[in-house]
Structure formats: C-alpha cells, structure tokens
Nanobody, 130 residues
Framework: QVELAESGGGSVQAGGSLRLSCAIQGYTHDRYCIGWFRRAPGKEREGVAAFYTGGGLTYYADSVKGRFTISQHNAKNTLYLQMNNLQHEDTAMYYC???????????????????????WGQGTQVTVSS
C-alpha cells in the first residue's frame, strides 16, 4: 500500500523560504512520476512541480520557475520541494502525489492537471504573509 506524508509547512513572511518533505512508503518501483500540487482557498488545484524518478527529470509551473526546486533524496524515499522567495500568492495547502508506475512516463505527460496521480498525501499548509 502506497502512503505519502507531507511535512514542513508553516508560516513565513514574503521573501522567506520553506522546504516541504514528502515521505514515500510502499512504492516498490523506482521509475514513476511524483509531484507537488497546491490548492488555495476558493481556487482550483494547481500543479506546482513534477519529478520523474527514472532520470531525475523535473517540470515546473511557470508561476514557480526560478523560485521552487523539486528533488528526491538519494534513498528515493523522500521528495522535497524547496521554496524560496515565497510570495503571498503561494499561500495554499500543498499536496504530494504520485502516479502509478504503469501510467508514468519520463515526460510525466499532463502532470499539471493531476489527473494521472492516483496516490495523494493529506497535505501541509503554507501561509505567506505580505
């Protein structure tokens, strides 16, 4: 059984940084897409970043390029999202999600919609004060 558990959220001032972590349990495959999503109050879910574990390929939403970095621990059991220069509009609940290996590809096609992601964590809140 696959389980994802996020941590690292909190409250920061604009311009600050946070690093989110996602503990991955139960995944027996080593090539799949995994990513971070967020949902702000009153807004649609938004894909933030995705990572293909088979080769370390990364994908980002335009809104976070140059500020956020997605990476995986060498042991492949933890996914990170380093968030720098946080802005008020980054305030949201952040979720870690993974695509089943049979649906994964190096391009993580269509990742930003989140539709292919069958496993989700419970989320961690990020609040940025301006």
């Amino acid at each position: 059984q696959v389980e994802l558990a996020e941590s690292g959220g909190g409250s920061v001032q604009a311009g600050g940084s946070l690093r989110l972590s996602c503990a991955i349990q139960g995944y027996t495959h080593d090539r799949y897409c995994i990513g971070w999503f967020r949902r702000a109050p009153g807004k649609e879910r938004e894909g933030v970043a995705a990572f293909y574990t088979g080769g370390g390929l990364t994908y980002y939403a335009d809104s976070v390029k140059g500020r956020f970095t997605i990476s995986q621990h060498n042991a492949k059991n933890t996914l990170y999202l380093q968030m720098n220069n946080l802005q008020h509009e980054d305030t949201a609940m952040y979720y870690c999600a993974a695509v089943p290996p049979w649906n994964s590809s190096p391009t993580c096609g269509g990742w930003s919609s989140g539709v292919a992601f069958g496993y989700w964590g419970q989320g961690t809140q990020v609040t940025v004060s301006s």
